[in-house]
């Protein structure tokens, strides 16, 4: 079994000993501590580079999975709970120590009233590449409030008119871009309603900057969301009207049939999902154009095996599903910046395995996905695989290894938290 990190006991049993102020004779939920910490931070935050700690957070500390939080977490931990760094076992650091994603000067200063220009927007853009390679590694419930906090000032500066006017469609195209990015980061976080809002927000930016490659890029986001989130019809709506009586690039009409054959599968039309989806692959095999936009790089034979394997998970062909989500595995692998793909490939797999009844191969791929909990931060991911492990009936036809494995995933579940 892979081995879980040493935790750090003396910040729980310094929580554990701090009394709750909700509950009399209780001591400090992580709920309630968390809290206290996020608001302390809040107000002690001199560079204004926002708060984004919450119990899910503290339980990677105490856990141990997260050794070196942010030095002002720290602070704020010592306050609340009236101790030293050394009594809550972190070591004391240099305040030299580069911040996991040091945000363009540009993006800090921008309170100073002076309009910002084309030094901000690329800022911006370096922005966005940096939170895309660290979703790549980590998953976005612990990236998207740094993505949201980027777009919400962005949005304030073009509110306020505060930009050069030659950089205005450029400040335009590029909030919708980190809107985008946004909403996508909330979906992973299972923040569902708030990325909704974000979706039609830098759709609405997209459209108003004339930039049509990033209205399909959110359309197609919030088509895979809605399908997630149950509204089938939704997705289908949004998938279909690109394809009817437009002419988008090859490689984005073979997306949204992509979303559109997931739809018709989660809706239970085999005939039209396998039909559409044979849509998809033959446009896909047609190759990429100079009219596919730049962001499509992502959509790859990884993507449309992960999706094949999903349409006939969705009928309930489990055997026929997992040879493609078995390819979306082994394209994943080995791929630094794609470990979050390789996470939620494999979790899908595990449960199409289960579900088929292939022990043997379950049993491999569980201690794959194992030591990936609680290590990538996807909340989407995450509720996948506790809908898995917590599947009863299956219980008593499966290997004892197995089950044990499976119980094993779901406690590091439980302590991620």
Known sequence: M??????????????????????????????????????????????????AFDANHLGKLERGIVRCPRQLYVNALCAVLNATPADLGFAARSTATRPLLAEPR?????????????????????TIKHLVALDG???????APLALRSFRRAQRILGEGRYETASERDLEAVTAEIGELSG????DAARHEESRQVNAEALTLARIAGDASME???????????????????????????????DPPGRV????????????????????????????RSAFADGTTMRDPAWSWWFDERELA???????AALGDHSRAIPHLAAAVERSEHREHFRWALYIHRANLLRALLRAGSWAEAERV????????????????????????????????MPSTLSDTLDYIDNRLAQSQ
């Open 2 to 51: 892979p081995a879980v990190p040493a935790p750090n006991r003396l910040l729980r049993a310094a929580r554990e000993r701090a009394p709750s102020r909700r509950v009399p004779g209780a001591h400090m939920s992580r709920d309630e501590l968390a809290e206290a910490v996020a608001l302390w931070a809040a107000d002690h935050d001199g560079k204004r580079r926002g708060v």
């Open 253 to 280: 009409r073979a997306l949204f049939d992509v979303r559109a054959a997931r739809a018709l599968a989660a809706l239970g039309d085999s005939g039209s999902a396998l039909r559409v989806f044979d849509r998809a």
């Open 184 to 187: 996508w980061l909330l979906f």
């Open 216 to 246: 399909w890029f959110v359309l197609s986001n919030q088509a895979l969301a809605s399908v997630h989130t149950g509204r089938n019809r939704e997705a289908l709506r949004i998938a279909q009207g690109m394809t009817w009586g437009q």
């Open 306 to 312: 992960g999706h094949e394997g999903m349409i006939h």
């Open 137 to 143: 590694l980590h998953g976005g419930a612990d990236v």
């Open 106 to 126: 540009a993006v800090i200063d921008l309170f100073d009233g002076a309009p910002v220009g084309a030094d901000y927007v690329e800022s911006l853009h370096a």
């Open 366 to 397: 569980a201690i794959d996905v194992a030591p990936m909990v609680g290590m990538i931060a996807s909340v989407r991911t995450e509720g996948l695989l506790r809908r898995t492990v917590a599947h009863p009936g299956e219980r008593p036809q």
